[in-house]
């Protein structure tokens, strides 16, 4: 079974710095890119940030030069190191990896994590 759980959110002030972890399971982890979406009141859940099993990173217009996605191929885990911090940013965070396996296909979503800006 696939599993991905966040942690990290919180609240900060505007300008201010995060750092969100995500550890997966059930996968061969250096096998699949992983995505960071997040999804703000009202809105659409939307692609922030993506690495590859190769390490190359895209990421979202509005997060650029601010948000640095990193994964750790030894301890299965993805983050998402968030700077200059905007009430905008406001959302719940969530991790996902979808790919397919001998046994099938797979979309996995964590729980999300909260991160709040505002003063």
């Known amino acids: 079974q696939v ?3 966040e942690s990290g959110g919180d609240l900060v002030q505007p300008g201010g710095s995060l750092r969100l972890s995500c550890k ?10 992983m ?3 997040r999804q703000a009141p009202g809105k659409q859940r939307e692609l922030v940030a993506t690495i590859d099993n190769g390490s190359l990173t895209k990421y979202a217009d509005s997060v ?4 640095t996605i990193s994964r750790d191929f030894n301890n299965n885990s993805v983050y998402l190191q ?7 940013d406001t959302a719940v ?8 396996t001998t046994t099938g296909s797979f979309d996995s979503w964590g729980q999300g994590t909260q991160v709040t800006v505002s003063s």
Do not use: D
């Open 3 to 5: 599993q991905t759980v």
């Open 64 to 67: 650029k030069g601010r948000f």
């Open 82 to 88: 968030m700077h200059m911090l905007k009430p905008e």
């Open 24 to 33: 997966a399971s059930g996968i061969i982890f250096s096998a699949y890119a």
């Open 35 to 37: 995505n960071w979406y």
């Open 93 to 100: 965070y969530y991790c996902n990896v979808k790919g397919v």
